[in-house]
Structure formats: C-alpha cells, structure tokens
C-alpha cells in the first residue's frame, strides 16, 4: 500500500512495540494493519499536540465526519484515502473507530472514571476497539474473540496508563485513576502532584495494577488471536513485571522495555501460530481480492 501510512509509518515507529507486533505479521497484511493504527494516532495526537479543549474538540468533531466520508468512499485525508479501502474489503464497522473518538472526548472533557468497571469501559474505547479491528481485520467474527480482544486491548491500555502517570500527570490527565480510588483516600485529583500526597500515587497504580490483571487472566490467554494482538500483550505482561519491580515508584520515571528485548520476546510470541477459531474466515490473505499462492 503506498504513501505515508503503510508500514511503518508515524503510528508504528521503528523500536516500538506496535513496529514489532506488525514486523512480524504477515507481509500481505502489514500496510493495512498499519492504517488501523494510524486512525488511534491521530486521535491521540490531537490529545498530545492541541492544550486548548474547544479546538481538540473540533478537531475531533472533523475525524468523526472524516470517517463518514470515508466509509461513504469520499475520505480526503492520506490515511483515510489508504484506511477506506482496507474499511471497505474487510467489512470493518465504523463502531470501533467511534469509539475511539469518543474515548478522546472525554479525555478531553475531563470526564474521569467513576470507578473500577468505568477505568475497563474507558480503556476498551482506545485499545480494546482497536484490537477488536485487528480481530475483526484477521477474519475472525466470532462475538467471543471480539469480546477477549477488547477485554486484552483494554488491558495493555492500562499498562501504559501506569506506565505513562508522571506524564500524565504533569499535564493535568488524570483518567487512569477512579473517582472511587480518590474519594477513598480525601484527595482531589491535583493533590497527586503534590509532595505532601506523592505516597498515594504507588499504592493507586497498584490497585489499577491488580484491576489490570484479573482483566488479564492466564497468560495464555491469548491464544486463538491474531499475532500482532498476542505480541502486544506478551510486551505488556513484561513491562507490567517491570513497573511491579519498580514498586509502581514512577511520578519521575518512565520504565520501558529495550527495542531488543521486544524483538526477541516479539519473534517467539509469532513463532506460536494460534489456533483456528470455528468462525475464522478461510482466506488466509483477507488483504488481497486475488491472493498469489
């Protein structure tokens, strides 16, 4: 697929877990799979690149008419010009790619987890709709797969949250911690930046730690969904071992795994093909309309 959101491209950086969960994907799908995560991105980017939350939310507003026009074939931006076909020969809903917008809005409304079950429903707007496309975009319809790998897609978004805190923090974003879990404790969301509270802050990210796993389940869990799904959440079953070890110490620090050690982990989480689901289309190259042997 060419122009600038094949792979790699800006959502799929070399050195990254996404770059290597798609690196070692089949060839034929790579370009396409890259798209999809290109939609997350630029959502994102709005939430990192714009501080005024009357222009995120137009600018919001303008993806969310973009993906309409896309699916209507009229898509003017260079990823959705590459991400309408994919969207068309697939057959992928437009609901996923809504909901990430709409877990962007309310970032940018400052709408804040009411409690454990808000922080799931949250995450699977961001990488649980995403992972429900790659499933959806490996060929497999079937309502529990979809539902495992939005279950898995918001537990790798947890991760990150906690991974991510100290930055989150400094500017202001505080969805990765519940109402509930503030309440508790008599605090307001700012006092987590303050000295005087910084102690609560480990003991709030091993809470979500906790929440994150029992999302998580058996580590083998992953069985049965598409390669680039099972390599990231074997990575973030890795980088959750090493915030652990950390003692969830990371207001100033921000703990990742080596591009190497994701490499290796990354090559034999694909060297384990999963097996079939019953409801698994039967065209190993879903990309292609006239796959070549």
Known sequence: MPGDWGFPNPATPPGSSTYYSL???????????????????????????????????????????????????????????????????LGLPAA?????????????ERRRPRDPDALTAAAEQDLGALFELLTRAAGDQDPA????????????????????????????????VSTAQLTARGLQP?????????????VILSELAAHARRLR????????????????VRLADLLLDELAASAFDLADQRIALTP??????????????PPRSPNAIE??????????P
């Open 23 to 89: 690196r070692l994907a089949p060839i034929s799908r790579r370009d396409g799979l890259a798209a999809l995560y290109g939609w997350r991105y630029q959502l994102q980017s709005v939430l990192v690149q714009v501080t005024d939350a009357a222009v995120a939310a137009a600018k919001l507003r303008w993806w969310q008419d973009e993906l309409a026009r896309t699916v209507a074939g009229t898509g003017s931006h260079p990823l959705t010009r590459q991400l309408g076909p994919v969207i068309d020969r």
């Open 96 to 108: 996923p790619f809504l909901a990430m917008t709409h877990g962007a809005a309310a970032i940018i």
């Open 145 to 176: 797969q979809i539902d495992r790998a939005r279950r898995l897609g918001a537990y790798t978004t947890l991760v990150y949250q906690i991974r991510d805190c100290g930055w989150l923090l400094r500017r202001e974003r505080y969805e990765f």
């Open 190 to 202: 700012a006092d987590l930046t303050r000295p005087t509270h910084r102690q609560h802050l480990p």
């Open 217 to 232: 389940g058996e580590r083998r869990d992953p069985e049965g969904l598409p390669t680039p799904i099972r390599i990231r």
């Open 260 to 273: 190497l050690r994701k490499l290796w982990h990354a090559w034999r989480e694909s060297r384990q093909p």
């Open 283 to 292: 065209n190993p190259h879903p990309w292609n309309k006239n796959p070549h």
